[in-house]
């Protein structure tokens, strides 16, 4: 993983000394390296210690956390929004403020509200009328890399191309921009406090710029619908406007050309699977569906509201709870062999999009575009692996990612 400048927080009192562990899903101190660029497999073997634990320096703003290796544990977490609160201000605390991302840092009853009215916009009906625009896209990259040579940056000339002008495309904005917005979405996951402070800055004032615009000339796109919608009979303020277009729109930026990107990754490292793929294209949807579950990317932080005995761990009022999903989907409680990465595995209830009222809004989006993403590859790039000489370099934190990817073939 990349290393970022965490602080470690001192140990609260209330903390256990023997459930404290040196550990971080940003730097992973003290654990195995990753094998072959491999965060996950580095982060599973917090599977062999306890099911819950202490670690200091969990966060990139130096909070320290409780850390749920259990899916069945982390599940209970999700899903009890009474106990365990979502607003925590992760974007906003990066410019000293506290407002919250909408609906993902709401809780109860406010984010079913905000959760309605958004629902539509995502949902398996939308997903399939982009469908055929998702795959043009991907095909107008793919045959485009195909000419060029045999050899490319998958992330720099598809995952983020791909990913990122679809989600563009769902918010009515042209990719002209494109590298810009793919820049503020690395400098805000993976970049110095310097560079992420300013990154966050662009965005609020790119979507509090877009939202003023849409309210003098609205168009049919996704910032017009949100200017113009109503909660509760009122007009939405400026700062929910604000919380629900820098959620989408940071969302949009990393998560999906990221997962892409560990997918094609493993395929580079495992021909065999990559053969099996394109011989019966026909699993390659349940196979997404194992990749998902094997390279998630994904951490969710909730903070207690009161004082509570978990499993044996003392969680007070305030507290930090990490429920990363590359560690429950590593359970092996819950997946025979999960260290393995099975692309025939039938039985896959993985949390790669959570779980509970905060499950991912735009997950029905995001498969169809790593479905198709991992389709047209394979239809048209022939055998393929990590170019001999180079590396792709990882990133831990809130969002696992991935660069330097750089196949080629014959």
Known sequence: MKKNEVASSPVPDHVPPELVRDFSLFTSPGMPPTVNGDPHAAVACVHAGPPIFYAPHNTRDGRGTWVITRARDQRRVLQDTETFSSHRSIFASA???????IPLELDPPAHGVFRSLLNPLFSPQRVTALEPAVRERAIA????????????????????????????????????????FVDWGKDLLHGEPVKRSAAAQKIVSFIDDLAALRRKVPVGDFMTFVVQA????????????????????????????AAIGFDLSYLARNPKDQEWLRSKPERIGLAAEELLRAFSTVQMLRVATKDIDFEGAPIRKGDYISCATMIANRDPAEFACPDTVDL????????AFANGPHRCLGSHLARREIVIGLEEWLARIPAFRIKEGTAPITHGGHVFGIENLILDWC
Request: proline fraction near 4%; charge should be negative; glycine fraction near 8%.
């Open 95 to 101: 410019l000293g403020e506290t407002w919250p991302m």
């Open 141 to 180: 990259l793919i045959d485009r890399i195909a000419a060029s040579g045999t050899s490319c940056d998958v992330m720099k000339d598809f995952a983020f191309p791909f990913a990122v002008n679809i989600f563009l495309r769902f918010l009515g904005l042209s990719d002209h921009r494109l590298d810009i």
């Open 230 to 257: 109503k909660v509760e009979g009122r007009p939405l303020t400026d700062k929910e406007v604000r919380g629900i277009g820098v959620l989408v729109f940071v969302a949009g930026l990393d998560t999906v050309a």
């Open 344 to 351: 025939a595995r039938e039985e896959n209830s993985h949390s």
